[in-house]
Every structure is written in C-alpha cells, then in structure tokens.
C-alpha cells in the first residue's frame, strides 16, 4: 500500500498546527511559554487554512496554509518518500486600543514565529489526529522568511497583517 499525497498534506498541516500550539520556547523575558500563553491578552487563534470572512475574524489570528494537491500516490514498494511542502502563516494582529500596541503585537507576533522555527530542526509527524505517536519527521528548511503586509481594506484584521513563510520536507522510510 503506498502512502497518498492528499494524506501527507492533511497531516502535514495538522502536525505544524499541533506544533504551534504546544511548543514552548524563550527568550527575552518569555521563559518557557507557547504561543498562546504568550499572547493571551487577547487571546491568541491559532487556526488552518485561510479565514473564509476577515470581516468576522477575531484578533489576534495565525492561519496556516499549504498548498494542497489532488490525491496522487507518492511511491510504491519499500522505498524512501520525500514530498516538500510550501507554508504560510498568515497573521492577523489587534485587538488593542492604540495603534502602538497593535504595531508591538504584530512585530512581536512574527518575530516569535520566525524564532520557534529557526530554533525548530524538525517538527514530528502525526498521521493522526490523536498526537500521541509521532510516526515520521517533518524538516524544516534553511529559508524561513517573514514580511508585514500593508492594509488592503478598512477591517481591523487587515490593518496589522504579516506572513511568515517556510518549507517542510515529509521523509518516510517504506523498508
């Protein structure tokens, strides 16, 4: 039985989504917290795939997004699979009373998600969505980039946007 693409990019998005929201990490005055905890005033969402309605959209918002691919089989037989995928976490920052703040939230924001990656070899792969097990390893490549992106509309969660962009190689042994 081979191993099916639409599969490895279901799971490959869950397994960077659960990586996101429980890994914790440091740094000036952080000391060991994730995500979540570190952002909780608001409350930081953590979500996957693009917002349907950024007009309904609480903020602050991380959105992870992949390509995705029509089901193909990857291989047959024992055999090394090797399948990149292409990331981007599309932030959303606000949700404060003053423009400074937001400004803060959304650097800060992005600046902590470049770090967790860079200081991240590889994120472990769930193929389901219980996360107990991890079957396979997801590799994080060298080039991990990030960029504010200007405001398109009058909606508080265009206003602070950013993107952080990375690649994950699937590597799965068959032998």
Same mark, same amino acid.
């Given at each position: 039985?081979g191993i099916y693409?639409?599969?490895v990019?279901?799971?490959?998005?869950r397994?960077?989504?659960?990586?996101?929201?429980?890994q914790?990490?440091?740094?000036a005055?952080?000391?060991?917290?994730t995500l979540?905890?570190?952002?909780? /005033?608001?409350g930081?969402n953590?979500?996957? +795939?693009?917002?349907?309605a950024?007009?309904?959209?609480d !903020?602050p918002?991380?959105? #992870?997004d992949?390509e995705?691919t029509?089901?193909?089989e990857?291989?047959?037989g024992s055999?090394?699979?090797?399948q990149?995928?292409?990331?981007?976490?599309?932030g959303f920052?606000?949700g404060?009373?003053s423009d400074?703040?937001?400004q803060?939230?959304?650097?800060?924001?992005m600046?902590?998600i470049i770090g967790?990656l860079?200081?991240t /070899?590889?994120?472990d792969?769930?193929k389901? +969505?219980s996360f107990?097990?991890?079957?396979?390893?997801? !590799?994080l490549?060298?080039? #991990?980039?990030?960029r504010k992106i200007?405001?398109?509309s009058p909606?508080?969660?265009?206003?602070?946007?950013f993107?952080?962009?990375?690649?994950?190689?699937f590597i799965?042994?068959d032998?």
């Amino acid at each position: 039985m081979g191993i099916y693409l639409d599969d490895v990019v279901t799971n490959t998005s869950r397994s960077v989504y659960y990586f996101l929201n429980n890994q914790t990490y440091s740094g000036a005055g952080i000391g060991g917290r994730t995500l979540k905890s570190r952002f909780n /005033d608001p409350g930081l969402n953590i979500v996957t +795939g693009f917002p349907d309605a950024l007009e309904k959209m609480d !903020v602050p918002t991380i959105a #992870i997004d992949s390509e995705s691919t029509s089901r193909q089989e990857i291989t047959f037989g024992s055999t090394i699979h090797e399948q990149n995928f292409d990331f981007v976490i599309h932030g959303f920052a606000g949700g404060h009373t003053s423009d400074n703040k937001n400004q803060l939230q959304r650097d800060q924001l992005m600046n902590d998600i470049i770090g967790i990656l860079e200081e991240t /070899d590889k994120i472990d792969y769930y193929k389901d +969505g219980s996360f107990t097990s991890a079957d396979s390893d997801l !590799v994080l490549g060298e080039t #991990i980039t990030g960029r504010k992106i200007p405001p398109t509309s009058p909606l508080q969660a265009e206003k602070y946007r950013f993107e952080v962009g990375f690649t994950v190689q699937f590597i799965k042994s068959d032998g």
